[in-house]
């Protein structure tokens, strides 16, 4: 069965850092691979989506993820760290077949330093 | 922002009492989904639906039943609630907007949750 991780639990950086969380998946067929991000007390929000084409996909706030297959990897990635970007963030995946599908990781709590 | 809501948002209630949690959403979408979030566990689907009166369990939906009656709303039971049961659950819809056979992904979009304790 398809699974997420996630490496790390809580990552801390300060302010101005490059921001760097980690996911792997296990599937051997590429499935979609989707990062979200969730504030204190709010839901879920889409960060940014791989389905096909272009292995570097760019999302909102900065965000950006590179698909990389041979290392079965879509990490999450952002130039310089903003207060305003302490949240908990989500790596998924869903599976070609059956896409209306998502699979959680465990999820990456971000914080950020003064 | 997609047009779903949860109601309630806070709940206290005994072990063994009868819980429903409603989901309602605007947007017509075809899929709705109910999920549970606790830490260190990410978020794991207890059931969804695929359209009215049709609906599918996931990977945690011992304990949980749901209805879909109407394309808007999906309720969620807990028959006997337990305190296992305590947690932030989510509602999410998502459409396959092209067309069933649509080769692209679901996205799903996400209510504001539900925190319930049981007591």
């Known amino acids: 069965a398809q699974s997420v991780t996630q490496l790390g639990s809580h990552v801390s950086v300060s302010e101005g850092a490059l921001v760097l969380l980690r996911c792997n998946y296990s599937?051997?067929?590429?499935?979609?691979l989707f990062w979200y991000v969730q504030y204190p007390n709010q839901g879920l929000q889409l960060l940014l989506k791989?389905?096909?084409?272009?292995?570097l996909v760019k999302g909102i706030n900065g965000f950006e993820a590179e698909f990389k297959k041979s290392e079965t990897s879509f990490h999450l990635t952002k130039p310089s760290a903003h207060m305003s970007d302490a949240a908990e963030y989500f790596c998924?995946?869903?599976?070609?077949?059956?896409?209306?599908?998502?699979?959680f990781g465990s999820g990456t709590r971000l914080l950020v330093r003064p | 922002d997609a047009g779903i809501t949860q109601s309630p948002r806070h709940k206290v209630t005994e072990t063994g009492t009868p819980v429903t949690l409603r989901c309602h959403q605007t947007?017509?979408?075809?899929?709705m989904y109910w999920y549970r979030q606790d830490p260190g566990h990410g978020l794991r689907l207890i059931h969804y639906?695929?359209?009215?009166?049709?609906?599918d369990k996931g990977e945690v939906s011992d304990g949980y039943s749901v209805s879909r009656s109407k394309t808007e709303d999906f309720l969620l039971t807990l028959e006997s609630a337990t305190s296992s049961q305590t947690s932030v659950y989510f509602c999410a819809i998502s459409d396959p907007g092209q067309g069933l056979f649509s080769p692209l992904p679901y996205e799903q979009y996400f209510g504001p949750g539900t925190r319930l304790t049981v007591t």
């Open positions: 791989y389905t096909t084409g272009a292995t």
């Open positions: 639906s695929y359209g009215v009166k049709d609906t």
């Open positions: 998924a995946v869903s599976d070609r077949g059956s896409s209306y599908k998502l699979i």
């Open positions: 599937s051997s067929v590429p499935p979609y």
């Open positions: 947007e017509n979408h075809r899929y």
